[in-house]
């Protein structure tokens, strides 16, 4: 599996190309930057704060120490091991963290009285030192809803089921770190079925996070739902807010000490394996897709200490970034994570959607679309940087583009406006060769397995064009050759049956769920 993986990044783009492996465009590296960004700024950033957080709440150690003792663990950890090690760690780990975090929320639960008391009980989750002539220290009225106001919700309904999904087809289609686990994949039916079964754990979180997150508020008002800025920087020095310490002051607090160590061993088992999953993602980005791009002879062993450098710059870029982390967005991590993310991921889910779906888009419009975008993006971040949320009390004299555009709103009109510029740009140009398009289109996949090939690798030739999903297009290879292998998309009809069965389950599942705490 190792060679047939080696094989197959051999003139390909981890990220995906708009032009054939031989060149190297400027719409190349935009993606490449694109996701290199997104991988730092909403990957690694967050997921070491929320780590050193957890640290400093569960074992009262300096924020920055406990975030250099992460970053020295996991830098060691992913440099030593590679993409083999995540893997592994990451399937036993997953076991593990499902099971503590079920346990916590029983006994959650059983704290309150049971679910039927959770509304009650966390509307009247109030701390007791409060901001005068405030309603900030309230719970909101419509906390058990799903659906809130378009205009007023802090995550408006629109925004939730449009913009949440312009982001989620960016994640789980085209992000480097779940593209390159799919390809790691046996067959097409593995990939499909990691899939769904990541869905169905994507399910729990409702119940075994959010709603503990809500508990903890319930059970420590002063500490979670503090507003006043010098009690609030007391409690975890952030003076926007605590909200960020729910979940770890509900393990710290609550679970006898055995069980304790072991949510803190899951937690930390978490936190480090997402950070050693985009770390190695990273990495392999910038010298698959850039640094061997500008020294097409380099060897091994330099790419892999090429490699290695990467993941230490970005550990160090990480210490750096968490007072802005720290002050963003309120104090709260996951509205930062989607705000950055809708600023970001709307171009590519634009242009990805356009390449799979129309043929005739094609590379000048992809990149027009991809910089138009971008730049909307980069523009409204600064802005949110620039003009953080104000504290309880303080009034709100922040840009109207802030002020009155949701983040979520943001990212439905800017995936609109990238379509546009794509399907402008597309239409302007010349379109791609048809020859160029087999396979790489919704409209244009073949049906019949890959023919193999006795030409050497050297003289293999990739017809990439914009619609070129990450790898999926190789240079054809001798008979019985991994690549072939890896290029075979048929399936065993009883797994694919499996598959299918269960996708249509997932949807039907996630439905009710949307309806029933709408």
């Not at 967050?46 to 640290?55: E, K, N, R, W």
């Not at 754990?201 to 997150?213: A, E, N, Q, S, T």
């Not at 379509?419 to 049906?447: E, H, N």
């Amino acid at each position: 599996m190792k060679a047939a993986a080696e094989e197959t990044m051999e003139g390909n783009s981890t990220a995906g190309s708009f032009t054939p492996a031989q060149q190297f465009s400027v719409a190349d590296l935009v993606v490449v930057v694109v996701y290199f960004s997104l991988n730092v700024a909403v990957g690694i950033w967050t997921d070491l704060y929320s780590g050193a957080l957890f640290v400093q709440v569960c074992l009262g150690w300096d924020l920055y120490l406990s975030t250099v003792l992460m970053l020295v663990v996991t830098g060691l950890y992913t440099i030593a091991g590679g993409l083999a090690a995540v893997i592994y760690t990451d399937a036993l780990q997953t076991l593990i963290m499902v099971l503590g975090a079920i346990v916590l929320a029983v006994k959650a639960f059983n704290e309150i009285g049971g679910y039927p008391n959770l509304e009650e009980a966390y509307l009247k989750a109030v701390p007791s030192k409060i901001v005068p002539n405030t309603t900030c220290h309230l719970p909101r009225a419509d906390a058990m809803h799903l659906f809130r106001d378009p205009v007023s919700g802090d995550l408006p309904w629109t925004g939730m089921t449009f913009g949440l999904s312009i982001m989620a087809t960016w994640y789980w289609c085209t992000d480097q770190v779940i593209v390159q686990r799919s390809l790691s994949a046996k067959n097409l039916s593995h990939a499909k079925a990691g899939s769904i079964l990541a869905s169905y754990l994507k399910m729990l979180p409702l119940f075994v996070i959010i709603m503990p997150g809500m508990i903890s508020r319930v059970l420590y008002p002063d500490a979670v739902a503090c507003v006043d800025p010098e009690e609030c920087t007391r409690v975890c020095g952030a003076a926007v807010g605590c909200s960020n310490i729910a979940y770890p002051k509900l393990v710290v607090e609550l679970m006898p000490s055995g069980l304790r160590g072991l949510m803190i061993a899951v937690m930390m088992a978490a936190l480090m394996s997402s950070l050693t999953s985009i770390f190695n993602s990273s990495s392999t980005l910038f010298t698959m897709d850039i640094w061997r791009k500008l020294r097409p002879g380099a060897g091994e062993r330099e790419l892999l200490l090429v490699g290695r450098v990467v993941t230490v710059v970005l550990v160090a870029l990480s210490v750096v970034w968490i007072p802005i982390l720290q002050s963003s967005s309120g104090g709260q991590l996951y509205v930062y994570i989607q705000a950055v993310t809708s600023y970001l991921a709307p171009p590519v889910t634009a242009v990805f959607v356009l390449a799979v779906f129309w043929p005739r888009a094609n590379e000048q419009g992809a990149f027009w679309g991809l910089m138009v975008g971008l730049a909307l993006g980069l523009a409204r971040m600064g802005l949110e940087l620039a003009h953080p949320v104000p504290r309880c009390g303080v009034p709100d004299q922040r840009p109207w583009l802030l002020a009155d555009i949701h983040y979520l709103h943001f990212a439905v009109l800017l995936c609109a406006a990238t379509g546009a510029v794509v399907v402008g740009g597309s239409l302007l140009t010349p379109p791609p060769p048809p020859a160029r398009l087999k396979d790489l289109t919704w409209w244009t996949l073949s049906q019949e397995s890959p023919e193999p090939s006795v030409d050497p690798p050297s003289q293999g030739h990739f017809d990439g064009s914009c619609s070129a999903a990450a790898g999926t297009q190789q240079p054809a290879k001798a008979k019985g050759s991994p690549s072939a292998a890896l290029r075979d998309t048929t399936e065993r009809p009883v797994w694919a049956r499996v598959c299918g069965i269960n996708a249509v389950v997932l949807m039907c599942i996630n439905i009710f769920c949307y309806a029933y705490f709408a």
